[in-house]
C-alpha cells in the first residue's frame, strides 16, 4: 500500500501485521477505517434475542425431529422462530414441513426464508435442483454457505433461531459455534441406549471446549408410547440421557417416548407437535421447551 497517502500523525508501519490496531488504524487503508467484515453478520443476529444449536453424537436419534418441533411449539405458543437446518449433506427439515420443492427468493436485502405457518425455514434443500441431489461440498465452501444463511438471509426480529446441525463435531457446528458468539446454547439429542449415550459425550465436550453453554440433553426414543392409551412403557434401556447429563454436570431437559404418530407426521411433512398437539409426546415437546427457558 505504498501509494497510499497517509493522514498526518497516522502510524508509519508499512504492514499491519499483528498489531493490534489494524482493525481500525487509517494509516493502511488511505485515511478510511477498515469497515468491520462481520458488521452484516452482527446486524442480522443482533435482531434475534435467542439462538441454540440442535447437536447430537449419532446420526438416527432424532435430532432434526427435536430441532422441527422445538420450534414450531415455540411458534404455536406465541413467539417468532426461525428454524435453520444446516444440515448440509442430509437435510430432513424440509420433508418434516412438508416444504419439499420450495425455492429461495429474495432481492437486494437479501433473501427470505421459507413460511410455514408463521415459522421462518431456511435449509440447504431449497438449493437444490432435486432433493436427490448429492452436495459435494468442502469445508470452506460450506462454512461460506452457512454464513451466508445468516447474514444474506432476511430472518428480521426473532425471538428464537433453532438451529439443527448433523450430527458429530465436522465443521458445520463449529462454523456455526463460531459465526454466533452469542449463541445461547446447545440442546444435545440423545436415545436411552448406553452407545448412544457415550457417543453424545463428545458433543458436551467439544460445546466445552468452545464455551458454549450446554442448555441440557433430551433423551429421545425413551419408552413407547401407546398410540391407543397414550401409555408410556419403557422398552430400551432407560436413563442413559438423564445419567450423561448428570455425569457431565449438564441439565437434563427431558424425554420423548417413541410414538408412531412421530415418524408417520414426519414423513407426511406436518410438525408433530401441531398435528398431535394433545398428545402426551406432544406434552414431552413442551416440556422440554418450558425447562429449556427455565435455564
Ligand atoms: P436425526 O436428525 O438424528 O438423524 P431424525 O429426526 O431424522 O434423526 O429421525 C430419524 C427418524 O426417526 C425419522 O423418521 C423420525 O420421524 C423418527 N423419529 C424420531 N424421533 C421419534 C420418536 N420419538 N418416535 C417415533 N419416531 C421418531
Redesign the pocket.
Known amino acids: 500500500m505504498s501509494n497510499v497517502e497517509k493522514k498526518p500523525g497516522a502510524c508509519d508501519k508499512t504492514a499491519c501485521g499483528a498489531c493490534s490496531h489494524a482493525a481500525t488504524c487509517p494509516s493502511a487503508h488511505g485515511g478510511v477505517p477498515a469497515a468491520d467484515p462481520n458488521a452484516k453478520l452482527k446486524s442480522r443476529l443482533g435482531r434475534i434475542r435467542r439462538k441454540i444449536i440442535v447437536m447430537?453424537g449419532k446420526?438416527?436419534?432424532?435430532?432434526?425431529?427435536?430441532a422441527v418441533n422445538l420450534a414450531m411449539a415455540a411458534m404455536l405458543s406465541g413467539q417468532r422462530v426461525g428454524l435453520l437446518d444446516v444440515?448440509l449433506h442430509?437435510p430432513?427439515v424440509p420433508t418434516m414441513l412438508g416444504l419439499e420443492g420450495q425455492k429461495l427468493v429474495g432481492d437486494d436485502s437479501g433473501f427470505y426464508p421459507v413460511t410455514v405457518g408463521g415459522l421462518s425455514v431456511l435449509s440447504v434443500g431449497f438449493l437444490l435442483k432435486n432433493p436427490d441431489d448429492p452436495v459435494v461440498w468442502r469445508g470452506p465452501v460450506k462454512i461460506g454457505v452457512i454464513r451466508q444463511f445468516i447474514e444474506d438471509v432476511n430472518w428480521g426480529d426473532l425471538d428464537l433461531l433453532v438451529i439443527d446441525v448433523p450430527?458429530g463435531t465436522g465443521d458445520e457446528p463449529l462454523t456455526v459455534c463460531q459465526l454466533i458468539p452469542d449463541l445461547d446454547g446447545a440442546v444435545i439429542?440423545t436415545t436411552p441406549q448406553k452407545v448412544a449415550a457415550v457417543d453424545v459425550r463428545k458433543s458436551v465436550s467439544f460445546c466445552k471446549d468452545l464455551n458454549v453453554p450446554v442448555l441440557g440433553v433430551v433423551e429421545?426414543?425413551s419408552g413407547f408410547a401407546c398410540p391407543k392409551c397414550g401409555e408410556i412403557t419403557p422398552i430400551l434401556r432407560e436413563g442413559g440421557g438423564k445419567k450423561l447429563a448428570d455425569d457431565m454436570h449438564v441439565p437434563f431437559l427431558g424425554s420423548?417416548?417413541?410414538?408412531?404418530m412421530?415418524?408417520t407426521s414426519?414423513?407426511e411433512g406436518r410438525a408433530f407437535v401441531e398435528d398431535s398437539g394433545r398428545s402426551p409426546?406432544a406434552g414431552c415437546f413442551r416440556e422440554i421447551l418450558h425447562n429449556l427457558y427455565q435455564g
Not at 256 to 260: G, L, Q, R, T
Open positions: 447430537s446420526g438416527g436419534v432424532g435430532k432434526s425431529t427435536v444440515d442430509g430432513s450430527p439429542v429421545n426414543m420423548i417416548p417413541i410414538d408412531p412421530i415418524a414426519g414423513d409426546a
